[in-house]
């Protein structure tokens, strides 16, 4: 599963949208991608005796905002962790991340946030300020983008890639390089490395929107309740756990999509229906309650949704974690439950997604994405004191969250 998400994607195209939920009808203005890691370059070459050493950073994350109506109201903010250097020899890197270089230890992050963007002959150019080694400068970044946002064939996300490049100097930054932590680095060899390091970066963001849910077996459920009526489903998803207890998360995952198609395509009361027989068939499942409960506040049923989202909090557990595991993975039941906030916000129901927010960072308290995302609620009710709060805590909790960096600017 990819660790983080993106939310506020028009829905109209998608067919999703109908008059009847309330829901805007015109497409939303900001979309809002994460950089892919996997997928993105951040590398260097600087001129070192007489050839040049090459590397990059391999650990990095980012938020993009995209502004689909006047492209230069856009940003992004990047944080890369400056320990990721990588230039293909360790016992170079274990000297960059010295306090002859890098000082990893005292500077652990650089950063970059965009404050202009500015369209130009040959694409665009992001000006904005780079901190490095516990100096801010401006810079600019020519780039370009590839292509318009595009959902990829193959995940049916949404997806933007970009590519750029620039120059910096070191000295501009204090990074003047030392033989503190290597003699052999002596000033005859310094003298030969360059001041000039040039960056290529090569981004791609994505975006999981509701529309990527849009699966084939999805479809053919929604026919099947369209044909049938939602009892023929709800019976069908008894008869599953009934022989099948096994399949519970399966269960969990394809009632949840399908209620939540439900509920953007105007279909309320099978979507109450659905989600209310969940809980039924999963007493124990928090998303089931929290599902119901949005399913009765699109219904009008607000006192009833909340008594769902208490249930869920009563019963939730968090997930036992595996101190020695490598690459943790996010947990299951918060990033369903926040892709749910984030479809409401897509649906244009702020006032929906509040008390789902608010859920959320209460089950999950230290978790620094949860606040993030109560934070955007908030903002998106006119709120916008408590989502400065809202995001103070989430980068208390992670400083390197760029989505409350990002964010707590655009307040």
């Given at each position: 599963?990819?660790?983080?998400?993106?939310f506020?994607?028009?829905?109209?195209?998608?067919?999703?949208?109908?008059a009847?939920?309330?829901?805007?009808?015109?497409?939303?203005?900001?979309?809002?991608?994460?950089?892919?890691?996997?997928?993105?370059?951040?590398?260097?070459?600087?001129?070192?005796?007489?050839?040049?050493?090459?590397?990059?950073?391999?650990?990095?994350?980012?938020?993009?905002?995209?502004?689909?109506?006047?492209?230069?109201?856009?940003?992004?903010?990047?944080?890369?962790?400056?320990?990721?250097?990588?230039?293909?020899?360790?016992?170079?890197?274990?000297?960059?991340?010295?306090?002859?270089f890098?000082?990893?230890?005292?500077?652990?992050?650089?950063?970059?946030?965009?404050?202009?963007?500015?369209?130009?002959?040959?694409?665009?150019?992001?000006?904005?300020?780079?901190?490095?080694?516990?100096?801010?400068?401006?810079?600019?970044?020519?780039?370009?983008?590839?292509?318009?946002?595009?959902?990829?064939?193959?995940?049916?996300?949404?997806?933007?890639?970009?590519?750029?490049?620039?120059?910096?100097?070191?000295?501009?930054?204090?990074?003047?390089?030392?033989?503190?932590?290597?003699?052999?680095?002596?000033?005859?060899?310094?003298?030969?490395?360059?001041?000039?390091?040039?960056?290529?970066?090569?981004?791609?963001?994505?975006?999981?929107?509701?529309?990527?849910?849009?699966?084939?077996?999805?479809?053919?459920?929604?026919?099947?309740?369209?044909?049938?009526?939602?009892?023929?489903?709800?019976?069908?998803?008894?008869?599953?756990?009934?022989?099948?207890?096994?399949?519970?998360?399966?269960?969990?995952?394809?009632?949840?999509?399908?209620?939540?198609?439900?509920?953007?395509t105007?279909?309320?009361?099978?979507?109450?229906?659905?989600?209310?027989?969940l809980?039924?068939l999963?007493?124990?499942?928090?998303?089931?309650?929290?599902?119901?409960?949005?399913?009765?506040?699109?219904?009008?049923?607000?006192?009833?949704?909340?008594?769902?989202?208490a249930?869920?909090?009563?019963?939730?557990?968090?997930a036992?974690?595996?101190?020695?595991?490598?690459?943790?993975?996010?947990?299951?039941?918060w990033?369903?439950?926040?892709?749910?906030?984030?479809?409401?916000?897509?649906?244009?129901?702020?006032?929906?997604?509040?008390?789902?927010?608010?859920?959320?960072?209460?089950?999950?308290?230290d978790?620094?994405?949860?606040?993030?995302?109560?934070?955007?609620?908030?903002?998106?009710?006119?709120?916008?004191?408590?989502?400065?709060?809202?995001?103070?805590?989430?980068?208390?909790l992670?400083?390197?969250?760029?989505?409350?960096?990002?964010?707590?600017?655009?307040?």
């Amino acid at each position: 599963m990819r660790q983080i998400r993106f939310f506020i994607l028009p829905l109209v195209a998608s067919g999703l949208v109908h008059a009847q939920t309330g829901v805007a009808s015109k497409p939303a203005r900001i979309q809002e991608y994460r950089l892919d890691a996997g997928h993105s370059i951040i590398e260097f070459s600087i001129g070192f005796a007489f050839s040049r050493i090459k590397g990059r950073f391999t650990s990095s994350n980012g938020t993009i905002v995209y502004d689909t109506v006047d492209p230069a109201r856009s940003s992004i903010t990047v944080v890369i962790d400056s320990k990721s250097i990588d230039t293909g020899w360790p016992h170079r890197d274990e000297h960059l991340r010295t306090a002859d270089f890098f000082d990893v230890e005292k500077y652990p992050t650089i950063v970059f946030q965009s404050e202009r963007l500015t369209r130009t002959d040959k694409g665009w150019r992001a000006d904005g300020k780079l901190t490095m080694h516990g100096v801010t400068r401006a810079i600019s970044i020519p780039f370009r983008l590839l292509q318009p946002p595009t959902r990829s064939p193959e995940s049916n996300w949404m997806l933007i890639n970009a590519q750029g490049s620039l120059k910096i100097a070191r000295a501009d930054f204090g990074i003047l390089g030392g033989s503190a932590y290597n003699s052999w680095f002596d000033k005859a060899r310094q003298a030969t490395m360059s001041d000039s390091v040039e960056v290529n970066l090569e981004i791609e963001g994505w975006n999981a929107d509701a529309q990527s849910q849009r699966t084939a077996r999805l479809e053919q459920s929604l026919e099947r309740i369209r044909t049938t009526g939602v009892q023929a489903q709800i019976d069908r998803l008894a008869e599953i756990m009934r022989t099948q207890p096994s399949a519970a998360a399966g269960v969990m995952n394809g009632a949840d999509f399908v209620t939540r198609a439900l509920l953007g395509t105007g279909k309320i009361d099978d979507a109450v229906k659905l989600s209310k027989a969940l809980t039924d068939l999963l007493p124990a499942q928090p998303r089931a309650f929290v599902l119901y409960g949005v399913a009765l506040a699109m219904s009008g049923d607000n006192k009833g949704a909340l008594r769902q989202y208490a249930k869920a909090k009563e019963i939730f557990k968090p997930a036992a974690r595996d101190p020695i595991e490598k690459f943790p993975q996010v947990d299951e039941t918060w990033y369903y439950l926040d892709q749910l906030t984030e479809f409401l916000l897509e649906w244009n129901r702020p006032a929906v997604a509040l008390p789902v927010a608010r859920t959320i960072s209460e089950l999950y308290p230290d978790f620094a994405r949860a606040h993030t995302t109560l934070g955007v609620v908030l903002a998106a009710t006119g709120d916008s004191r408590g989502a400065t709060a809202a995001y103070s805590r989430a980068l208390a909790l992670d400083p390197q969250e760029t989505r409350a960096l990002e964010f707590r600017r655009r307040l």
